[in-house]
């Protein structure tokens, strides 16, 4: 498999989740201003969605959206238990966490990072996502997870939201559950490799 990614993107999610599962897969890194491969080659004839991450199987098929890929991979190793099983009460509850995720923290960063959009309306999108966080810390109490006891795909996506705040300078240090969680999430030997890999972590 090959996972098309851009450093701290989105991508890092099912980067994430390939390392946790056990499975082959090489990277290939995407400007995604240029919308080109590193060997100059035009990502628009990989993915003409001109995003990451895209997940091409050794099949010749290529996968995009995250939440789809990352319940793909963590399906392909279902003895790591990166989901539940299909059709069980989880899985629909993890659908949920997903759907949460790309829908009400994912989108509502997006705008941040935008050159265009000025201050005033960055501002709304970060009291949305301040918002939106303010559940997730609720939602964590009591647990190591965003399922309960075991780490799933769910959390190598919150994990890359949570990441973007860092970036943007969000202060969550109000959020106790949240900034334990990212603290645990965190200091998993597999999304230490991701972040190294990515060149956002210095090798030990």
Known sequence: MKLYYSPGACSLSPHIALLEAGLPYDLVKVDLRAKKLENGDDFLKVNPKGQVPALALDSGELVTEGPVIIQMIADKAAHKGLAPVHGSAERYKLLEWLNFI???????????????????????????????????????????????????????????????????????????NLVAYKARVGARPKVQEALTKEGLLKAA
Not at 127 to 138: E, I, S
Not at 162 to 168: P, V
């Open 102 to 176: 790309t829908a009400e923290l994912h989108k509502n960063f997006g705008p941040m990072f935008s050159p265009v959009l000025n201050d005033e309306a960055k501002a709304f999108f970060k009291d949305r996502v301040m918002g939106k966080f303010k559940y997730v810390d609720g939602a964590l109490a009591g647990k190591d997870y965003v399922m309960g006891k075991e780490f799933s795909v769910a959390d190598a996506y919150l994990f890359t939201m949570i990441s973007w705040a860092d970036r943007l300078k969000f202060d969550i240090s109000d959020l106790p």
